[in-house]
């Protein structure tokens, strides 16, 4: 079946500095979504990309979807507190694959 | 936005017994619920497909005999875990789509923490 993983794990970040987490799959993917899961809480939708090589932007958050559909990145620039949770890639085939997720603490 | 529900939010059981976990589309019907399974600091693992008037489809490892589901109505799925032992203490959150298509965002509840002694 579908696997994704997500790299890196954990993303300790100094507030006002930008970071990455990159998820690729073992098969292409219809589309790919992204959920932020606050620490206690559930996943919260993101976004949603469908296109090969697509690029959306939601303030400072950029996602990217690769030419191939099987790789995605989520940037994140002047990080602030209320970035902090765990963000989430999942690959969309009806059923969900998520990734491991890389959860972020951000120190001020 | 959509909303889904769980209830309850939290639990505390004695081994061998079972608990009952409802899930419940607000604002939309839902043919389609989704349970999955989050140990701490870990990823959500899909446990079953729950499907409106039909069996739901249980993910590989996943023992339908110990994990029951029944979704009786466009808004409610349960999930019933029986004779719960220790092991089966986990973060357990359900999902639905507001609209059929498989490509679109999925909305979960807030999720029930079990914990059984």
């Known amino acids: 079946g579908q696997q994704v993983m997500q790299i890196p794990q954990y993303q300790h970040v100094q507030e006002g500095e930008d970071f990455t987490t990159y998820c690729n799959s073992s098969?292409?993917?219809?589309?790919i979504q992204w959920y932020k899961q606050r620490p206690g809480g559930h996943p919260v939708f993101l976004i949603q990309?469908?296109?090969?090589?697509e690029v959306k932007k939601q303030k400072r958050l950029t996602f990217q979807f690769g030419e191939a559909k099987k790789n995605s990145s989520l940037h994140i620039t002047a990080t602030q507190t209320t970035d902090v949770g765990t963000y989430f890639c999942?690959?969309?085939?009806?059923?969900?694959?998520f990734g491991a997720g890389t959860t972020v603490t951000v120190r001020a | 936005g959509a909303v889904v529900s769980q209830h309850p939010s939290r639990v505390i059981c004695k081994s061998g017994t079972s608990v009952k976990i409802e899930c419940r589309s607000l604002d939309f019907q839902a043919t389609t619920m989704f349970w999955y399974r989050q140990f701490p600091k870990q990823s959500l693992m899909l446990m079953a497909t729950?499907?409106?008037?039909?069996?739901?489809?249980?993910e590989q490892g996943v023992e339908k005999d110990k994990f029951l589901i029944n979704h009786a109505s466009l808004t409610l799925s349960t999930l019933t875990v029986t004779s719960a032992h220790p092991e089966d203490s986990s973060f357990y959150i359900c999902?639905?789509?507001?609209?059929?298509?498989?490509?679109?965002?999925?909305?979960f509840g807030p999720g029930t923490r079990l914990t059984v002694l």
């Open positions: 098969t292409t993917l219809s589309n």
């Open positions: 729950s499907n409106e008037g039909s069996k739901a489809t249980y």
């Open positions: 999902s639905a789509r507001d609209n059929p298509s498989a490509y679109n965002e999925q909305f």
């Open positions: 999942a690959g969309n085939d009806y059923k969900l694959s």
């Open positions: 990309l469908v296109k090969s090589g």
